[in-house]
């Protein structure tokens, strides 16, 4: 384990087998990526895939490519990387390998706003977006303060998040009881989470976000997160100040869920299976941010891919294939958990 220092005065721990599984799952990420651009009614092989992205194509290629293609890519990579990163980070502040968007209500929050868009509003897909957007931070802030009793306990923030997720449901269904069918049929795509059609507008808002949140929890609160996971009153005697950090990261991660639900719906298990999976490669302590937004790109990456091309000439919706995956992921963790005697 190595400590690098930086100019501003923030440090950075490097573990070699973090640095490894973080930089295999980026590797393995990419060389998905290039298949999936290089696969379809216009097959592409890799090298030339690699030839257009670096501006040596011809034409043809270049618009497939860089118009078609590539921004559903890089949708995918951004909201991997981003439900992944707000997977760790719940899982980390409250301590529960459970505490995942799709358990606490938020991703239910996200679908109440775009339903609310759909149905209700009767908007298209940008009014679409921003429902999602406002649904996941106004369910954000209504978890966090029905949880607040002086500061935020762990398993008191998984309980409200998990009553939240029930009356969201309910909500849920009553606005698509109240939608037209062509509302209803739109509505269910979107939450069940889908690239299709996804183009660059869809993927700036995420890329900006990112942007902006990734430095953010990686230089400003990761220590503190760190210290958190030792409990609240060691981390305060340490030197942290425990509620404006889990305060941050919380605000980070829910921005971080919104704008990836706005982006591509409510894609399920991401941010519970990519945490659990990077730690159990990396085999080391703490949230594991890095490897796991990797990791949540490797996923979800591959699971567009695969909903693309691995049932002949009928595309699933990505959501379809990690919520099989995810599903059977998740039985697994909770006999796990029930064995050691967590649950």
Request: aromatic letters at 4%.
């Amino acid at each position: 384990m190595s400590v690098i220092r930086t100019a501003g005065g923030y440090s950075v721990t490097l573990r070699p087998r973090a640095v490894l599984a973080g930089t295999a799952c980026a590797a393995v990420a990419l060389a998905v990526g290039v298949l999936a651009i290089g696969s379809g009614e216009y097959p592409m092989a890799p090298g030339d895939v690699v030839r257009t992205l670096v501006g040596q194509g011809d034409a043809a290629d270049a618009f497939i490519v860089q118009e078609l293609r590539l921004p559903r890519l890089v949708t995918a990579l951004a909201v991997g990387v981003a439900l992944a990163l707000a997977g760790a980070v719940f899982q980390a502040v409250v301590r529960n390998p459970l505490g995942s968007p799709d358990v606490l209500g938020f991703t239910h929050g996200s679908a109440t706003g775009a339903l609310t868009a759909i149905v209700i509003v009767g908007g298209g897909s940008a009014a679409l977006a921003g429902g999602a957007l406002i649904g996941g931070v106004v369910t954000g802030v209504a978890v966090y303060g029905l949880a607040w009793r002086g500061g935020i306990h762990g398993y008191r923030l998984v309980l409200v998040g998990i009553g939240v997720a029930a009356m969201l449901t309910g909500v849920n269904g009553y606005l698509l009881t109240k939608a037209q069918i062509t509302e209803a049929g739109r509505a269910v795509l979107w939450m069940t989470g889908s690239l299709d059609g996804r183009g660059w507008g869809n993927a700036a808002p995420l890329l900006a976000a990112l942007a902006v949140l990734v430095p953010l929890v990686l230089l400003g609160c990761e220590r503190g997160l760190r210290m958190m996971e030792m409990g609240d009153d060691a981390a305060s005697a340490l030197g942290v100040r425990v509620e404006r950090v889990r305060l941050t990261l919380l605000a980070s991660a829910v921005l971080l869920v919104a704008l990836a639900a706005a982006a591509a719906g409510p894609v399920a298990f991401v941010a519970l299976t990519a945490p659990q999976l990077a730690r159990r490669l990396t085999k080391s302590p703490g949230p594991n941010l890095v490897p796991s937004m990797c990791m949540g790109a490797v996923l979800l990456v591959s699971a567009d891919f695969a909903a693309q091309r691995a049932f002949g000439g009928q595309e699933l919706p990505v959501g379809v294939v990690t919520g099989v995956l995810g599903g059977g992921y998740l039985v697994w963790l909770l006999a796990t958990e029930r064995r050691a005697g967590r649950i």
